[in-house]
């Protein structure tokens, strides 16, 4: 049965990554300019000047403006909904954009250095995730698939992951039950999951595994302008994408996006907010014909929930989802035989 996952950040704070408010207040800490100094970076760590350095090219009329976009992010940032929603609304403004996404990529690969996938004894991302969906959810995926490639293959074919979260963490989790639960080298496991049907709607801070380059340093005092470091978080954040850039119709990805929600016979969300822009996102004309639809709905209220019919238009009118109030690692334990994999 053709699958689509729709995975939310809700999701990735089971595995230590930010929700959108932690990430917000995360980015306006880091770029709260000291008063008093010209150029005072008060919370922001060395990589963060040197990219700024990278961005402007040295040139000290291009700083002093993004310095004056730091000033505007850190105090304007809390007054919003999220970064994402700030970028948006000053898309005019390139470097409110361009140093609003440098954050995003800074904070997230932070985020991954400090989730529970990473392990500090080994310095590598290798802990098993317990008490996370990952979990059960690959155990679901995964029963009764058989140690063959073609077969494991065969299996994630019909399963698309749509997943509204900047991190690498799903890609990292996957690669490494592949190789404990399959006995497999780390090749053939970075084969599969690179033949996955995953989509970043709004883009991935980088495509190499997590813990290789590009990653964050801890802001090393031997970092300098134009280094490997800072130039990596400069090159990451033009690849990410804001709402308006996003919903592009001649975007590779969107047209994937909407072909895999146009096609699936079940659709599956995980710890997402349901908000209207990723609905459209999702399905830009209404889909009339019958789906199957779970969901979480952790921390939604009882109100929020009477609005979502006019969210379910967008895929069937007559369609009455399946959404739970647990958390997504439980969400699975309630849902055992309807959402199995076994042909």
């Known amino acids: 049965m053709k699958t689509v996952f729709v995975i939310g950040a809700g999701a990735s704070k089971e595995i230590g990554m930010p929700t959108g408010d932690e990430l917000k207040s995360t980015i306006s800490l880091l770029l709260k300019v000291k008063e008093g100094t010209v150029q005072g970076y008060e919370n922001s760590p060395l990589d963060i000047k040197n990219a700024i350095y990278c961005l402007s090219d040295a040139d000290p009329k291009e700083i002093s403006k993004y310095n004056d976009a730091m000033t505007a992010i850190s105090e304007g940032l809390p007054y919003d909904i999220s970064i994402d929603n700030f970028i948006d609304k000053h898309k005019e403004n390139n470097y409110i954009v361009s140093l609003g996404k440098l954050m995003i990529v800074y904070a997230i690969l932070y985020a991954e250095k400090n989730s529970n996938l990473y392990s500090k004894d080994k310095n590598i991302y290798a802990n098993y995730p317990s008490n996370t969906w990952y979990i059960p959810f690959f155990q679901r995926l995964m029963e009764n698939c058989h140690n063959s490639i073609d077969e494991i293959k065969e299996r994630l074919n019909d399963i698309t992951f749509i997943i509204f979260n900047y991190d690498r963490c799903f890609e990292t989790f996957f ?29 991935i801070v980088g ?28 090159n ?7 709402f308006t850039e996003s919903i592009d119709p001649k975007d590779e990805n969107n047209k994937k996006l909407v072909e895999a929600c146009a096609k699936t016979e079940k659709i599956i969300f995980l710890g997402f907010a349901f908000a209207l822009q990723n609905m459209k996102l999702l399905y830009p004309s209404p889909r009339k014909d019958h789906l199957h639809l779970y969901g979480t709905r952790k921390g939604m209220s009882d109100y929020e929930m009477q ?3 006019f969210l379910w238009s967008f895929i069937h009118d007559a369609l009455h ?7 997504c690692v439980d969400f699975f334990k309630e849902f055992q035989y309807s959402l199995s994999f076994i042909n």
């Open 207 to 234: 495509n190499s595994p997590l813990g290789v380059m590009p990653e964050y340093t801890g802001g090393s005092s031997s970092a300098k302008p134009g280094d490997f470091v800072s130039q990596s978080l400069v």
């Open 175 to 203: 690669r490494l039950a592949l190789m404990k639960n399959y006995l497999m080298d780390l090749l053939t496991a970075e084969e599969i999951v690179s033949e996955m049907n995953i989509i970043h709607p709004y883009g």
């Open 321 to 327: 989802p399946t959404l739970i109030d647990v958390k």
């Open 236 to 242: 990451i954040s033009k690849e990410i994408k804001s």
């Open 307 to 309: 609005r979502l019919p």
